[in-house]
């Protein structure tokens, strides 16, 4: 299949673009962040986003949504990779809406025309230390009359402050367990984190959480397949954003290299940062193409689609890090100081990358796949 978006996810792209541009540019960050929101993000934006179709992308069309692939919640992810705008797309319009629409039963599926109208947040509660380790879970569910009792920590879980509901991943007898948890009951302790980049994590605290068997999503001991598939999105929609957020450094650092003068010449004409311009362009095309590459694997459901959205977040999490590295260091001293753009973006992109895993974190997992 050819590297390129049809006519109508160009559009969708035009459209996000268009869409963020007026309605959440990098001031929206930086007000939300000077204003210390108590939410980090704005509901109002968020409603704007299920009615322009976005916050469904995924979602089937009989649950309100747009039942559009994994190539157009990509496009949405670059856009807000572009303007680092705060929010809940990622924990719930990608994550949790796969989780419930590939698994949830038809109460819990009553949630996802709330994701698609922007009415409702949701958060996929899985890692529970400083790094991405799915196969490590130690939460704890234990069988307790006709249901279980939750005991365990997480961290890294997106928007959890503000979340309608959390979809925490636990270990029962039977093996890896999803759990649709109301934030509100005995036990949930919630506290915000204010992440580098000013977006939204929460750590969430579990101490002999009560929850009824019609919690389970799927199958007990069998949650480790809906678990894989909504990483595999997510990881494949954070190296979208990572090719937005470096794809747009990069431009602005152009237009600084095109207006900004040093020994009387423009600091654009000096060979030495033509040549890294170059080089960083080339860089960024293929990690544009590695990422649509796993996206459409994703919605062509090939055996690889896990693993090219591996390689996808790997390479678009160094060549973003390259990106915001030159655009910062062709900006010079001035680069760090918070009145440019571009130290904000090496903040998102930090974060970015830890989040699903780092490159490091996939590049193991690409060669024990290969039996190294």
């Known amino acids: 299949m050819p590297l390129i978006l049809t006519e109508e996810q160009a559009m969708l792209q035009e459209a996000a673009d268009g869409f963020l541009a007026e309605r959440a540019p990098i001031a929206h960050l930086r007000q939300l962040r000077d204003a210390r929101d108590p939410d980090g993000l704005s509901r109002d934006l968020w409603r704007a986003f299920g009615e322009m179709g976005f916050a469904g992308v ?83 569910a234990e069988r307790a009359g006709n249901g279980f009792r939750l005991n365990g920590a997480k961290a890294f879980v997106l928007d959890g402050h503000v979340a309608d509901a959390l979809i925490v991943v636990a270990r029962a007898e039977e093996g890896t367990t999803l759990f649709l948890v109301d934030p509100k009951a005995a036990g949930v302790e919630i506290e915000r984190t204010v992440m580098v980049d000013a977006h939204n994590a929460a750590r969430v605290v579990l101490t002999d959480v009560a929850v009824d068997a019609d919690a389970v999503i799927g199958e007990v001991g069998n949650g480790e397949a809906l678990l894989d598939g909504a990483l595999a999105l997510g990881r494949a929609c954070a190296a979208s954003s990572l090719t937005g957020a470096g794809d747009q450094a990069f431009k602005i650092t152009l237009e600084y290299l095109r207006t900004r003068k040093q020994f009387g010449k423009l600091i654009g004409e000096f060979q030495a940062l033509q040549h890294r311009a170059a080089h960083l362009f080339t860089e960024l095309e293929l990690a544009r193409a590695a990422t649509l590459g796993a996206l459409q694997a994703l919605d062509a459901g090939r055996q690889d689609a896990a693993l090219a959205a591996s390689v996808a977040k790997a390479k678009a999490g160094r060549v973003a890090e390259l990106a915001v590295q030159e655009a910062v260091q062709m900006h010079g001293g001035v680069g760090m100081t918070d009145e440019f753009d571009v130290g904000l973006f090496m903040k998102r992109v930090r974060v970015l990358n830890e989040l699903l895993g780092d490159a490091g974190f996939h590049s193991e997992r690409l060669a024990q796949a290969q039996g190294f």
């Open 58 to 140: 995924i979602i089937p069309e009989e649950y309100g949504g747009a039942g559009l692939g994994a190539v157009e919640a990509g496009v949405i992810a670059e856009s807000l990779g572009r303007t680092l705008t705060p929010s809940p797309f990622m924990g719930s319009a990608v994550l949790s809406a796969r989780v419930l629409a590939d698994g949830g039963s038809e109460a819990q599926q009553a949630w996802l025309p709330k994701i698609a109208a922007g009415e409702a947040i949701l958060s996929l509660a899985v890692d529970e230390g400083p790094k991405h380790a799915p196969a490590k879970i130690a939460t704890r």
